[in-house]
């Protein structure tokens, strides 16, 4: 086992190992929690990887008390220790709005927007806003993972979020993607910020840049 | 059955002859060179011009067989500067010509790709191609070579080089600045710029710029190495992550630095996964994989008619179907 655990957290499983953090489901004083905790990378300078995991750590911990002053549900922070890298949260049981439209749910779509368009309207980006790191439980959406999340007013960051929404979506059901978008897109501007407005028109200019066109798309213009 | 590939995209005027199973019979390679660094595309060519044929002859003479027993013949058609690449597409039109040969068109990028998995027996990587005018992390998916992340700006060789011309320590970059680095020893703050799979080292060289003479050059070479190769690298291990894969193959120039293999190799280590490595020369621009590449396209059935045979400098290599399967 670890030994650099926060005291008192009981790990009980392993739930996700990614490129730069592991996830940890388990207990700590007597609760359900969730340990998110960035591993040292060998293969980095120490003191650069010391001072990315530091600043990461406060940064997304910062990031999920933002959204909750935005009005959007995210899981509680009960714990922090940048220099071990982790961060103890509360665990949030639901399913995914993932799972949720692979049964063929799309009855939040509209209330993922609506959340989405509320972060945005207050100055964060999510930085990787795919249908898994968005869940509802109790009747609300929760947002997740706020590891690549900046405090930004930079309209190219929050339409960057609903690029990858988009493209998630597509690959997610298919065809069908079209009024889905369409349901996420009247709730992302269902609170009639200004922001969102000029985020969707940004949109529509990063999809008709050739970078993220095939040839044949870009001769046909 | 044998290829005979040439490679002109950008400084290097190369040319091999390859055989089945990836044999190489012949490796020649002249580099157009500048003292103060950099590449004028018209100058570049013309140094192409002026090496073009004895490249070609030496190409046939070191693989020590007549010239009409090459099969095929192939040529590095893009991405790639104009001027460049027109020499080469010129030799190879000529060789097809002349040998009554049939000629291919390689993709560039493709190309270091299918070199670096050949060589290093990958069986499905993800690819880190990193050079002087690319800086992408890349799998395979559905028979194409598809870009899940790259610079958002400009590539890291081009960074390098920039830095020392900058500095006024020789060139071109990536050599000299593994040389100084071995020597500096502080890790210096720069811009550290990842964002999910994608990478910007345009505000890295702004601070790296505003650094010189203020801080000892040899540091300030480690350090943008450290942090640089490490964006590249945790880049490379999110694609591992997300596409679940459990190798990575570098190819490119800057993929000749042992520091930055090195440390593929540490990351690949500790998730478990391998770092594939092959020879460090194969890494930079040469002919040996396009004659492999274009050995591998005809086989398949594709060749490319001499009248229809225009250079494409803007070909991206997703829009290349793969030579797979029988």
Excluded at chain 1, 12 to 41: C, D, F, H, N
Excluded at chain 1, 64 to 83: N, Q, T, W
Excluded at chain 1, 192 to 198: A, H, N, V, W
Excluded at chain 2, 258 to 274: D, V
Aim: hydrophobic share 40%; glycine share 10%; aromatic share 8%.
């Amino acid at each position: 086992m670890r030994s650099d655990f926060p005291e008192g957290f009981e790990p009980e499983r392993s739930l996700y190992s990614g490129a730069e953090s592991e996830i940890w489901l388990g207990t700590w004083m007597g609760r359900r929690v969730v340990l998110k905790q960035r591993l040292p990378k060998a293969y980095r300078n120490e003191e650069l990887d010391e001072g990315l995991r530091v600043s990461r750590t406060v940064g997304e911990a910062m990031s999920l008390y933002e959204c909750k002053l935005a009005g959007v549900r995210s899981p509680y922070i009960f714990h922090i220790d940048p220099k071990i890298g982790t961060i103890l949260m509360s665990y949030v049981e639901g399913p995914t709005l993932t799972e949720l439209l692979r049964k063929g749910d799309a009855s939040w779509v509209r209330q993922a927007g609506l959340a989405v368009g509320k972060l945005h309207t207050h100055g964060i980006s999510h930085g990787d806003l795919t249908p898994s790191n968005l869940l509802v439980s109790q009747d609300e959406v929760v947002l997740l993972d706020f590891g690549l999340s900046e405090r930004t007013n930079d309209i190219e960051k929050f339409a960057e979020d609903l690029n990858v929404m988009m493209g998630a979506l597509k690959s997610l059901v298919g065809e069908r993607w079209g009024s889905l978008w369409a349901e996420f897109e009247s709730g992302y501007l269902g609170e009639g910020s200004t922001k969102c407005r000029e985020t969707i028109e940004r949109l529509k200019l990063i999809m008709g840049r050739g970078r993220y066109r095939r040839r044949e798309d870009r001769r046909s213009r | 059955m044998y290829a005979l590939g040439l490679e002109s995209t950008a400084h290097t005027f190369a040319g091999s002859v390859v055989g089945e199973g990836g044999r190489v019979l012949s490796d020649v390679r002249e580099s157009y060179k500048t003292k103060a660094g950099g590449i004028h595309p018209r100058d570049a060519s013309r140094h192409h011009y002026s090496v073009a044929s004895s490249v070609v002859l030496r190409t046939i003479s070191e693989a020590g067989m007549a010239p009409s027993a090459i099969d095929v013949v192939a040529f590095s058609r893009g991405p790639g500067l104009g001027p460049c690449l027109r020499v080469g597409a010129t030799a190879a039109r000529s060789l097809s010509l002349f040998l009554n040969r049939p000629l291919v068109g390689v993709n560039h990028a493709v190309a270091h790709l299918e070199i670096a998995r050949q060589m290093s027996g990958a069986r499905d990587p993800i690819f880190l191609f990193v050079s002087g005018g690319n800086t992408q992390v890349i799998a395979e998916v559905d028979q194409r070579y598809v870009v899940f992340g790259e610079t958002e700006d400009i590539a890291l060789g081009n960074m390098l080089d920039s830095f020392v011309r900058a500095a006024g320590v020789g060139f071109p970059g990536g050599p000299v600045v593994m040389e100084l680095a071995t020597k500096g020893k502080r890790l210096i703050q720069l811009p550290y710029s990842v964002k999910g799979m994608n990478v910007s080292f345009s505000g890295t060289l702004t601070a790296l710029e505003s650094l010189l003479g203020k801080e000892p050059i040899e540091d300030l070479a480690y350090s943008v190495q450290e942090i640089c190769f490490a964006m590249l690298l945790e880049a490379s291990e999110r694609a591992m992550a997300y596409l679940e894969k459990d190798e990575l193959v570098i190819s490119g120039g800057v993929g000749a630095n042992s520091r930055l293999r090195e440390m593929a190799s540490i990351m690949c280590e500790e998730r478990g996964a391998k770092f594939l490595d092959y020879p460090a020369k194969f890494y930079s621009d040469n002919g040996v994989m396009i004659a492999l590449t274009g050995l591998n396209s005809f086989a398949h059935g594709d060749t490319l008619p001499v009248e229809s045979s225009t250079v494409m400098s803007r070909w991206r290599a997703d829009e290349v179907r793969l030579p797979r399967g029988v």
